[in-house]
Protein backbone atom coordinates (compact mmCIF):
# COMPACT_ATOMS: atom_id res chain seq x y z
CA UNK A 1 0.00 0.00 0.00
CA UNK A 2 1.80 3.53 -0.93
CA UNK A 3 0.70 6.85 -1.04
CA UNK A 4 2.41 9.18 -3.35
CA UNK A 5 2.36 13.42 -3.67
CA UNK A 6 4.04 15.17 -6.27
CA UNK A 7 5.30 18.69 -6.31
CA UNK A 8 5.04 19.84 -9.69
CA UNK A 9 7.27 22.48 -11.54
CA UNK A 10 4.25 24.74 -11.69
CA UNK A 11 4.33 24.97 -7.80
CA UNK A 12 0.94 23.04 -7.82
CA UNK A 13 0.81 20.19 -5.38
CA UNK A 14 -0.93 16.67 -6.50
CA UNK A 15 -1.63 14.30 -3.77
CA UNK A 16 -3.21 11.06 -3.03
CA UNK A 17 -1.65 9.75 -6.68
CA UNK A 18 -2.67 6.78 -8.51
CA UNK A 19 -0.43 4.50 -11.11
CA UNK A 20 -1.80 6.59 -13.70
CA UNK A 21 -0.94 9.47 -12.16
CA UNK A 22 2.68 8.78 -10.99
CA UNK A 23 3.27 7.87 -14.50
CA UNK A 24 2.19 11.20 -15.90
CA UNK A 25 4.36 12.94 -13.20
CA UNK A 26 7.40 11.15 -14.41
CA UNK A 27 7.57 12.42 -17.83
CA UNK A 28 8.73 15.32 -16.81
CA UNK A 29 11.91 15.20 -14.87
CA UNK A 30 11.15 18.61 -13.04
CA UNK A 31 8.49 17.31 -11.18
CA UNK A 32 9.06 15.85 -7.58
CA UNK A 33 7.85 12.45 -6.77
CA UNK A 34 7.64 11.34 -3.15
CA UNK A 35 6.40 7.73 -2.82
CA UNK A 36 5.64 6.41 0.85
CA UNK A 37 5.17 2.53 1.34
CA UNK A 38 3.93 0.93 4.35
CA UNK A 39 4.03 -2.92 4.19
CA UNK A 40 5.21 -3.36 0.44
CA UNK A 41 2.70 -5.87 -1.82
CA UNK A 42 3.06 -7.45 -5.23
CA UNK A 43 1.50 -4.32 -6.88
CA UNK A 44 4.05 -1.66 -5.19
CA UNK A 45 6.40 -4.50 -6.47
CA UNK A 46 5.47 -3.87 -9.97
CA UNK A 47 5.36 -0.17 -9.50
CA UNK A 48 9.18 0.32 -8.06
CA UNK A 49 10.10 -1.94 -11.09
CA UNK A 50 7.94 -1.05 -14.43
CA UNK A 51 7.77 2.45 -13.51
CA UNK A 52 10.81 4.09 -11.34
CA UNK A 53 12.72 1.63 -13.52
CA UNK A 54 14.60 0.55 -10.05
CA UNK A 55 17.24 -1.67 -10.61
CA UNK A 56 16.43 -5.72 -9.14
CA UNK A 57 18.90 -5.59 -7.29
CA UNK A 58 17.36 -2.62 -5.31
CA UNK A 59 14.04 -4.20 -5.25
CA UNK A 60 15.45 -7.50 -3.89
CA UNK A 61 17.06 -5.57 -0.92
CA UNK A 62 14.09 -3.78 -0.26
CA UNK A 63 12.16 -7.16 0.19
CA UNK A 64 15.09 -8.70 2.67
CA UNK A 65 15.20 -7.37 5.87
CA UNK A 66 18.48 -5.46 6.54
CA UNK A 67 20.03 -5.96 10.16
CA UNK A 68 22.43 -3.43 9.68
CA UNK A 69 22.55 0.13 7.57
CA UNK A 70 24.37 -0.12 4.42
CA UNK A 71 24.18 2.02 0.99
CA UNK A 72 23.97 0.84 -3.24
CA UNK A 73 24.42 2.89 -6.01
CA UNK A 74 23.04 2.02 -9.17
CA UNK A 75 22.68 3.97 -12.58
CA UNK A 76 19.64 5.99 -11.79
CA UNK A 77 19.13 5.80 -8.50
CA UNK A 78 20.78 4.87 -4.98
CA UNK A 79 19.76 2.35 -2.23
CA UNK A 80 19.69 3.04 1.52
CA UNK A 81 18.94 1.35 4.46
CA UNK A 82 18.60 3.17 7.65
CA UNK A 83 16.93 1.57 11.24
CA UNK A 84 14.79 4.54 12.91
CA UNK A 85 14.54 4.02 16.76
CA UNK A 86 10.99 2.13 17.77
CA UNK A 87 11.21 2.46 21.65
CA UNK A 88 8.17 0.97 23.95
CA UNK A 89 9.51 2.73 27.23
CA UNK A 90 6.83 1.50 29.25
CA UNK A 91 8.55 -1.81 29.17
CA UNK A 92 11.31 -0.43 28.97
CA UNK A 93 12.59 -2.20 25.79
CA UNK A 94 14.40 -0.62 22.37
CA UNK A 95 14.01 -2.20 19.46
CA UNK A 96 14.77 -0.18 16.02
CA UNK A 97 13.12 -0.28 12.64
CA UNK A 98 14.27 -0.89 9.11
CA UNK A 99 13.21 2.00 6.76
CA UNK A 100 14.52 1.66 2.99
CA UNK A 101 15.69 4.80 0.27
CA UNK A 102 15.27 4.63 -2.99
CA UNK A 103 16.58 8.21 -4.18
CA UNK A 104 16.41 9.07 -7.25
CA UNK A 105 17.15 12.57 -9.47
CA UNK A 106 13.29 13.38 -9.31
CA UNK A 107 11.91 10.69 -6.83
CA UNK A 108 12.15 9.34 -3.35
CA UNK A 109 10.79 6.09 -2.06
CA UNK A 110 10.70 5.09 1.45
CA UNK A 111 9.95 1.84 2.00
CA UNK A 112 8.95 0.28 5.85
CA UNK A 113 6.92 -2.20 7.55
CA UNK A 114 5.81 0.00 10.38
CA UNK A 115 5.15 3.59 11.51
CA UNK A 116 8.13 6.04 11.61
CA UNK A 117 8.47 9.13 13.10
CA UNK A 118 10.58 10.91 10.96
CA UNK A 119 8.34 9.81 7.95
CA UNK A 120 5.41 11.20 9.69
CA UNK A 121 7.50 14.42 10.74
CA UNK A 122 8.29 14.78 6.61
CA UNK A 123 4.02 14.35 6.00
CA UNK A 124 3.51 16.92 8.02
CA UNK A 125 5.86 19.57 7.49
CA UNK A 126 5.04 19.30 3.46
CA UNK A 127 1.46 19.18 4.40
CA UNK A 128 2.08 22.16 6.11
CA UNK A 129 4.84 23.84 3.58
CA UNK A 130 4.61 22.07 0.03
CA UNK A 131 7.62 24.39 -0.66
CA UNK A 132 9.70 21.66 1.20
CA UNK A 133 9.39 18.95 -1.56
CA UNK A 134 10.85 22.10 -4.16
CA UNK A 135 14.47 21.76 -2.62
CA UNK A 136 14.72 18.49 -4.17
CA UNK A 137 14.85 14.74 -2.87
CA UNK A 138 17.89 15.01 -1.38
CA UNK A 139 17.06 17.62 0.40
CA UNK A 140 14.16 15.26 1.59
CA UNK A 141 16.62 12.43 2.84
CA UNK A 142 18.90 14.63 4.86
CA UNK A 143 15.45 15.73 6.66
CA UNK A 144 14.51 12.67 7.21
CA UNK A 145 17.77 11.42 8.61
CA UNK A 146 18.47 14.35 10.74
CA UNK A 147 15.16 13.06 12.26
CA UNK A 148 15.44 9.77 12.96
CA UNK A 149 18.92 10.67 14.49
CA UNK A 150 16.81 13.18 16.45
CA UNK A 151 14.49 10.40 17.34
CA UNK A 152 17.62 8.62 19.39
CA UNK A 153 17.70 11.37 21.89
CA UNK A 154 14.19 10.75 24.01
CA UNK A 155 15.42 6.90 23.95
CA UNK A 156 18.80 7.75 25.44
CA UNK A 157 17.36 10.24 27.84
CA UNK A 158 14.86 7.38 28.96
CA UNK A 159 18.06 5.03 29.43
CA UNK A 160 20.03 7.18 31.50
CA UNK A 161 16.73 7.50 33.77
CA UNK A 162 16.45 3.46 33.93
CA UNK A 163 20.23 3.88 34.99
CA UNK A 164 19.57 5.93 37.76
CA UNK A 165 17.15 4.37 38.73
CA UNK A 166 18.96 0.93 39.04
CA UNK A 167 22.25 2.98 40.42
CA UNK A 168 20.26 3.70 44.44
CA UNK A 169 19.23 0.49 44.47
CA UNK A 170 22.81 -1.10 43.29
CA UNK A 171 24.32 0.66 45.83
CA UNK A 172 22.14 0.30 48.51
CA UNK A 173 20.40 -3.25 48.60
CA UNK A 174 21.15 -5.39 45.00
CA UNK A 175 19.02 -7.76 44.05
CA UNK A 176 18.41 -10.54 41.13
CA UNK A 177 15.97 -7.62 40.24
CA UNK A 178 18.82 -5.31 39.91
CA UNK A 179 21.18 -7.08 37.95
CA UNK A 180 18.12 -8.02 35.66
CA UNK A 181 17.63 -4.43 35.23
CA UNK A 182 20.84 -3.67 34.17
CA UNK A 183 21.22 -6.50 31.76
CA UNK A 184 18.23 -5.47 30.08
CA UNK A 185 19.30 -1.48 30.13
CA UNK A 186 22.97 -2.83 29.14
CA UNK A 187 21.19 -4.86 25.57
CA UNK A 188 19.25 -2.13 24.76
CA UNK A 189 22.18 0.33 24.54
CA UNK A 190 23.80 -2.88 22.08
CA UNK A 191 20.58 -2.84 20.19
CA UNK A 192 21.21 1.22 19.27
CA UNK A 193 24.83 0.86 18.55
CA UNK A 194 24.15 -2.02 15.88
CA UNK A 195 22.30 0.61 14.23
CA UNK A 196 23.82 4.02 14.82
CA UNK A 197 27.33 2.50 14.04
CA UNK A 198 27.39 1.23 10.84
CA UNK A 199 24.41 4.11 10.06
CA UNK A 200 27.28 6.56 10.65
CA UNK A 201 29.74 4.69 8.08
CA UNK A 202 26.37 5.10 5.58
CA UNK A 203 25.58 8.60 6.02
CA UNK A 204 29.14 9.20 5.41
CA UNK A 205 29.43 7.84 2.18
CA UNK A 206 26.51 10.26 1.21
CA UNK A 207 29.03 13.15 1.78
CA UNK A 208 31.80 11.74 -0.50
CA UNK A 209 29.89 11.16 -3.55
CA UNK A 210 26.69 10.82 -5.71
CA UNK A 211 26.76 14.31 -7.17
CA UNK A 212 24.16 12.88 -9.96
CA UNK A 213 21.97 12.76 -7.46
CA UNK A 214 22.76 13.99 -3.79
CA UNK A 215 23.55 17.86 -4.75
CA UNK A 216 26.62 18.95 -3.91
CA UNK A 217 25.66 21.91 -1.72
CA UNK A 218 23.92 19.16 0.94
CA UNK A 219 27.49 18.08 2.12
CA UNK A 220 27.07 20.50 4.91
CA UNK A 221 23.95 19.37 5.94
CA UNK A 222 24.63 15.31 5.81
CA UNK A 223 27.59 16.33 7.73
CA UNK A 224 26.09 17.61 10.63
CA UNK A 225 24.05 14.58 10.22
CA UNK A 226 27.59 12.88 11.24
CA UNK A 227 28.15 15.08 14.35
CA UNK A 228 24.66 14.27 15.75
CA UNK A 229 25.07 10.69 14.83
CA UNK A 230 28.92 10.63 16.66
CA UNK A 231 26.98 12.45 19.63
CA UNK A 232 24.41 9.86 19.84
CA UNK A 233 27.39 6.85 19.89
CA UNK A 234 29.69 8.98 22.38
CA UNK A 235 26.27 9.35 24.96
CA UNK A 236 25.96 5.31 24.23
CA UNK A 237 29.42 4.60 25.00
CA UNK A 238 28.81 6.88 28.35
CA UNK A 239 25.88 4.81 29.24
CA UNK A 240 27.41 1.20 28.03
CA UNK A 241 30.55 2.22 30.60
CA UNK A 242 28.30 3.36 33.61
CA UNK A 243 25.98 -0.02 33.63
CA UNK A 244 29.66 -1.66 33.83
CA UNK A 245 30.62 0.44 36.65
CA UNK A 246 26.59 -0.03 38.24
CA UNK A 247 26.98 -3.97 37.76
CA UNK A 248 30.70 -3.64 39.61
CA UNK A 249 29.38 -1.39 42.25
CA UNK A 250 26.25 -4.35 42.51
CA UNK A 251 28.84 -7.03 43.21
CA UNK A 252 30.90 -5.39 45.44
CA UNK A 253 27.74 -4.63 47.41
CA UNK A 254 26.55 -8.36 47.48
CA UNK A 255 29.95 -9.45 48.09
CA UNK A 256 30.41 -7.11 51.19
CA UNK A 257 27.05 -8.43 52.36
CA UNK A 258 28.21 -12.34 52.06
CA UNK A 259 31.06 -11.75 53.65
CA UNK A 260 29.00 -9.89 56.87
CA UNK A 261 26.96 -12.67 57.11
CA UNK A 262 29.85 -15.20 56.79
CA UNK A 263 31.69 -13.16 59.40
CA UNK A 264 28.62 -13.91 62.28
CA UNK A 265 28.04 -17.58 60.99
CA UNK A 266 32.27 -17.45 61.48
CA UNK A 267 31.38 -15.68 64.72
CA UNK A 268 28.91 -18.13 66.12
CA UNK A 269 30.75 -21.32 65.34
CA UNK A 270 33.99 -20.62 67.42
CA UNK A 271 31.94 -18.98 70.02
CA UNK A 272 29.56 -22.89 69.71
CA UNK A 273 33.52 -24.68 69.30
CA UNK A 274 34.58 -24.29 73.28
CA UNK A 275 31.25 -24.94 74.38
CA UNK A 276 30.61 -28.04 72.89
CA UNK A 277 33.58 -29.19 73.95
CA UNK A 278 32.69 -28.67 77.34
CA UNK A 279 29.29 -30.36 77.29
CA UNK A 280 30.93 -33.37 75.13
CA UNK A 281 33.71 -33.99 77.83
CA UNK A 282 31.47 -33.96 80.54
CA UNK A 283 28.68 -35.84 78.52
CA UNK A 284 31.01 -39.07 78.66
CA UNK A 285 30.65 -41.94 80.53
CA UNK A 286 33.11 -41.43 83.03
CA UNK A 287 33.44 -41.71 87.23
CA UNK A 288 33.61 -38.38 88.00
CA UNK A 289 33.74 -37.66 91.79
CA UNK A 290 30.68 -37.06 93.73
CA UNK A 291 31.21 -33.44 94.74
CA UNK A 292 31.37 -32.56 90.19
CA UNK A 293 28.81 -34.89 89.39
CA UNK A 294 26.32 -33.00 91.95
CA UNK A 295 27.67 -29.37 91.20
CA UNK A 296 28.61 -30.25 87.35
CA UNK A 297 25.51 -28.60 85.85
CA UNK A 298 26.36 -25.41 87.56
CA UNK A 299 29.92 -25.65 87.21
CA UNK A 300 29.42 -26.37 83.26
CA UNK A 301 26.89 -23.84 82.75
CA UNK A 302 28.54 -21.10 84.47
CA UNK A 303 32.19 -21.90 82.75
CA UNK A 304 30.54 -22.25 79.63
CA UNK A 305 29.02 -18.75 80.37
CA UNK A 306 31.91 -17.24 81.24
CA UNK A 307 34.20 -18.19 78.27
CA UNK A 308 31.13 -17.33 75.64
CA UNK A 309 31.46 -13.59 77.24
CA UNK A 310 35.37 -13.99 77.11
CA UNK A 311 35.42 -14.43 73.51
CA UNK A 312 32.44 -12.05 72.67
CA UNK A 313 34.40 -9.11 74.48
CA UNK A 314 37.56 -10.48 72.49
CA UNK A 315 36.14 -10.38 69.67
CA UNK A 316 34.09 -6.73 69.76
CA UNK A 317 37.90 -5.29 71.18
CA UNK A 318 39.29 -6.90 67.91
CA UNK A 319 36.07 -5.05 66.13
CA UNK A 320 35.11 -7.67 64.39
CA UNK A 321 31.33 -7.66 65.99
Not at 16 to 40: M, P, S, Y
Not at 165 to 182: G, H, R, V
Not at 227 to 245: C, I, K, P, T, Y
Amino acid sequence: MFKARAYLKDGRIETDLTVEGIREILKDAENKLWIDIEDINPDDINLLKDDLKIHPIAVEEVLTPMERPEMQSFENHILLVLHAPSANLAKGGMDTVEIDFLVGRNFIVTIRGGPIASVRDLENRVRADPRIMARGCDFMLYFMADAMVDDYLPVLNAIDKRIDATQESAAKNPTSETFTDLMKIKTDILEIRRATVPQLEVVRSLIRGYADIIEKGLSVYFRSVCEHLQQVNAQLDAAREEVNSTVQVSLAVKSDQLNQVIKVLTIITVIMMPLTLITGVFGMNFDFPRWLVNSGLWLTTGGMGIMALVLVRYFRKRRWL
